[in-house]
């Protein structure tokens, strides 16, 4: 039920766009995105509900397409400070259960 | 604001020994969770509380327990340590507004099973 992330790893230099997936076999509730930075625990980024797309931090937006159980996450204009490990997480329609996808680095260099 | 704060940070065992990891949050959230992080594996949800003496199991539920006596507290117990358990231990907190709301992780307990 783990969803799963591509690509697994990616790197970009400052100003470059990069793009991650988050799909799930499951049918979708919400989608959240966190990002990790090495040795700390993952922060929020944002979530998306059914039917809904939002932008909630810096130049990081995402969509949520729930007919195909897909999410992706867009970072615009990256910059040094976007490096770490994304990590989308799911909801499903039934139950509390919270699952993780299994992360993507992402690693931005000058 | 000390939001979840974990204890201990680090800790070493050797096999078969037990622990308690004790995870506290003061943002009065209904829900807590147990995820373990291991290389390559992303975080993985061991059990998780909706509520005040209620518990539920996750994705990796086997060889841990826990309690939720109190509503700030989320205990994870290992009875039986053993090496394959050796991970780093998150716990998180949030509260549901329809759905789940983002969740607020501790600073992680690294633990080490010889």
């Known amino acids: 039920q783990q969803p799963v992330q591509s690509p697994q790893a990616v790197i970009l230099r400052e100003g470059e766009d990069a793009v991650i997936n988050c799909s799930s076999s499951?049918?979708?509730?919400?989608v959240h995105w966190y990002r990790q930075k090495h040795g700390e625990a993952p922060v929020f980024l944002m979530i998306?509900?059914?039917?809904?797309e939002q932008k909630g931090h810096e130049k990081i937006s995402a969509s949520f397409n729930e007919k195909k159980q897909q999410s992706s996450l867009y970072l615009t204009a990256s910059q040094l400070s976007y490096s770490g490990t994304y990590f989308c997480g799911t909801e499903g329609n039934t139950g509390n259960q919270f699952y993780f996808g299994t992360g993507t680095s992402l690693t931005v260099i000058p | 604001n000390a939001g979840v704060t974990q204890t201990p940070k680090f800790r070493v065992l050797k096999t078969g020994q037990s622990m308690t990891l004790l995870c506290a949050q003061d943002?009065?959230?209904?829900?807590m969770y147990w995820y373990r992080q291991d290389p390559g594996m992303g975080l993985r949800l061991i059990h998780y509380?909706?509520?005040?003496?209620?518990?539920a199991k996750g994705e990796v539920p086997d060889g841990y327990n826990v309690s939720r006596l109190k509503k700030q507290n989320f205990l994870l117990g290992l009875e039986s340590a053993a090496p394959s358990q050796t991970s780093v231990y998150f716990c998180a907190s949030s509260y549901r507004q329809g759905v789940i709301q983002p969740q607020h992780f501790g600073d992680g307990t690294r633990l080490s099973i010889l």
């Open positions: 499951k049918a979708l509730y919400s």
């Open positions: 998306l509900l059914k039917g809904g």
């Open positions: 943002m009065n959230h209904e829900y």
């Open positions: 509380s909706v509520g005040e003496g209620t518990t």
